[in-house]
């Protein structure tokens, strides 16, 4: 089987001397939950947009499914992929279900209107997503938690087979944070829809990903399982903190203790 997604060597960034994204590979299994993490300005967004096609690689070569998608139209990839990013249009006056009608662009023909067998998809995006019972409002009337679960409901819609995210609990309380990561969770266990996502909860991503990517100066660093990634010489590391990594009935949970103490001579530089 082909992975669901292969990046090879991309670069990306005009200063030559030192690209935002620099020889970067990554192969994401079909059905896996994959967390990229790392400081800011180390290169997570950008990846993710390439990988998305929104931005695009000054050089290298993306793969989906087994397909360049250099040479794949846009309506094909909208069909298999979708991505959530971290802001929407928050204040667009529209129903939750007429939002989560545009997942169905990429399916329908240019004279073809959401009905018949797309409302059904419809139904279903709404209801994996449990936002069924609040379709009829609008927009403007959410909270930010329910917000996200309306355009990530409208992400379903398209029915892809992988699933982006760029820091999707960003602007949520903790309770909203875990109630999207589970809605994830089951979308990723119960539907087999492969995830990358990039996080800054750390913690998080140790909870909820099967594999860590870690990222610096727009390359991988580190890569594994969180119990091989999340150690105490990762955390000095990568984010410049002194912490603590306690076990957590198997998951690793950390708690910063300060920053690395620098030593004189860079202190003076």
Known sequence: MNPALAADQLKYGYDRS???????????ATGE?????????????????MLA??????????????????????????????????TQEGALDISVRDLVRRGRNPHLKWYEECRGKHEDVVDWALSVTSMAGLQHRSLVELSGGERQRAWLSMCMAQTPRIL??????????????????????????NQGITVVMVLH??????????????????????????????????????????????????????????IVSKQPHEASA
Request: net charge negative; hydrophobic share 40%; charged share 25%.
């Open 18 to 28: 030192a690209p935002i994204v620099n020889g970067f590979n990554l192969t994401v």
């Open 201 to 258: 909860d750390l913690n998080q991503a140790a909870r909820f990903c099967d594999r860590i990517v870690a990222m610096m100066n727009g390359a991988i660093v580190r890569q594994g399982t969180p119990g091989d990634v999340f150690k105490v010489d990762f955390f000095r590391e990568v984010f410049g903190i002194e912490a603590k990594v306690y076990d957590d009935d198997g998951v690793p949970v950390y708690l910063p203790n300060g």
């Open 33 to 49: 939950w994959l967390g990229i993490v790392g400081p800011n300005g180390s290169g997570k967004s950008t990846v993710l947009r």
């Open 164 to 189: 982006l995210l760029d820091e999707p609990t960003t602007y949520l309380d903790i309770a909203h944070q875990l109630e999207l990561m589970e809605l994830i969770r089951g979308l990723n266990r």
């Open 53 to 86: 096609r929104l931005a695009a690689p000054h050089s290298g070569k993306i793969e989906m499914e087994g397909l360049d998608m250099a040479d794949l139209d846009n309506k094909t990839i909208a069909r298999t992929m979708t991505m959530l990013t971290q």
